[in-house]
């Protein structure tokens, strides 16, 4: 299995129009992100084949991991390095049926109960949040926060990836939970420099 | 590699129709339907192959074959028969065929259809042959002479899809199609079973 990244940088076009998916996989790994998402819900299968495909090439040249979002067929073909799964896709289990021990599941966990779930389905990893009040998603649940984190991070054994408005200024914060990792959108694609946001944010790890 | 299509009636679901899927499915298997499609676009993955594995021990019990639309993963997970593509989708080169999975694409064009036919499927659906509410957006229909093309022009089976009820399922195959698909009048049917025997009159057999 390929190992798992600190600092995650998820592709998205939705919340911004001004990069693709592959300049934002560019952007991330120059600035030194160590795991990429490819999360493209709405793409269809031959244009994801070929977004994929790009991005993983850029990665496996410096050695980053690349996963992608719900679509484990996807991952399947283009060989990805795994995948990441929210509660609305397919079950860890199943997912783990078709990708064998070799390849990273990540799940999506917005309560401990739900990060004890992802975890004996056999998650790989847990995304954890949203942390911050984000903008990326519509989110009807109020933020953790710091305190919830770091029970979760205490009590939960697989590597812990904090999400959901992470900044360079609360990185720090977040890290000092003793979470494994962060995940980031709006902070890196919004940003007027990327790449330099994806340095800062290193540092902070 | 399966690739003998012995049916030739495809039902295509659509719960917007209908939100009473299963019930709908399990009559028509027991009313003899040979393929089902499960095309449900709105369903979170989660949800599709739940509903992809209670039709799948469904549609076991008659011998039906189960299609799922687009996703690969939710094929394999449920057992499913086929995958069936759209014009997006992913091809058959992609996939390890060893794995006994028809594989059939939409296609909208005579060179779509012979691009799939090159490209391995196993058949393929061409329209929409008539006027469809669902299709509507996409323009005028392709009718019966672009179909009688198609079919004239590659070697695999053709479903013809779009408005086909049992008296143009007739002309479809006249003109050289393998068979039709359905979801409308399926769906929509207050007498499953009636519709059913509708079709088999009109083109022989399902």
């Known amino acids: 299995m390929k190992k798992i ?35 493209a819900k709405e793409m269809g299968s031959s244009e994801l084949i070929n977004i994929a495909g790009t991005i993983l090439k ?24 795994g995948v990441h799964l929210g509660l609305r896709d397919i079950p860890i289990h199943e997912a783990r049926r078709l990708l064998g021990k070799n390849k990273i599941i990540g799940g999506t966990a917005h309560s401990l109960n739900e990060a004890c779930d992802a975890q004996n389905d056999g998650a790989n990893y847990i995304g954890y949040g949203h942390i911050y009040t984000t903008y990326s998603k519509h989110k ?53 420099d990327p790449a330099k946001a994806v340095r800062g944010l290193k540092r902070m790890l | 590699m399966k690739s003998k ?33 499960i095309r449900e ?38 057992n499913a028969d086929g995958l069936h593509l759209p014009e997006n989708g992913i091809l058959p ?19 779509a259809a012979r691009e ?31 179909l009688e093309k198609v079919c004239n022009s590659v070697n695999i089976p053709v479903f013809a899809v779009g408005g086909i009820n049992p008296q143009r399922a007739k002309k479809c195959v006249e003109s050289g199609a393998h068979g039709i698909a359905v979801i409308r009048e399926l769906m929509l049917s207050p007498n499953i079973s009636k519709t059913l025997r509708d079709f088999k009159e009109a083109i022989g057999s399902l």
């Open chain 1, 5 to 39: 990244g600190r600092l995650c940088v998820i592709t998205d076009t939705s919340i911004q129009k001004k990069y693709t998916h592959v300049d934002i996989a560019e952007m991330a790994i120059k600035g030194g992100a160590d795991m990429i998402q490819l999360r």
């Open chain 1, 58 to 81: 850029m990665c496996i040249k410096k050695n980053v991991t690349f996963i992608i979002n719900d679509r484990v067929d996807i991952a399947m073909i283009t060989d990805a390095d």
């Open chain 1, 140 to 192: 009807p649940e109020k933020p953790k926060g710091i305190k919830n984190l770091k029970e979760v991070v205490k009590k939960i054994e697989v590597p812990i990836i904090a999400i959901g408005g992470i900044t360079i200024e609360n990185a720090g914060d977040v890290m000092s939970t003793g979470c494994y990792g962060i995940a980031v959108i709006s902070s890196v694609v919004k940003a007027s």
């Open chain 2, 5 to 37: 299509i012995d049916f030739r009636l495809i039902f295509i679901t659509n719960s917007k129709l209908n939100p009473d899927l299963y019930r709908v499915v399990k009559k028509a298997c027991g009313a003899g339907v040979k393929a089902v499609q």
């Open chain 2, 41 to 78: 676009k709105e369903l979170s993955a989660k949800e599709l192959l739940k509903l992809a594995k209670r039709l799948r021990i469904l549609a076991k019990k008659t011998n039906t074959e189960l299609f799922i639309n687009d996703r690969y993963d939710i094929a394999l997970l449920s």
């Open chain 2, 93 to 111: 080169s992609h996939i390890n065929r060893n794995k006994r999975i028809i594989m059939g694409r939409s296609v909208h064009s005579l060179m």
């Open chain 2, 116 to 146: 799939a036919e090159k490209n391995g499927f196993d058949y393929i659906l061409f329209g929409p042959v008539f006027r469809t509410p669902a299709k509507i957006k996409f323009g005028s229909p392709q009718g019966l002479s672009k």
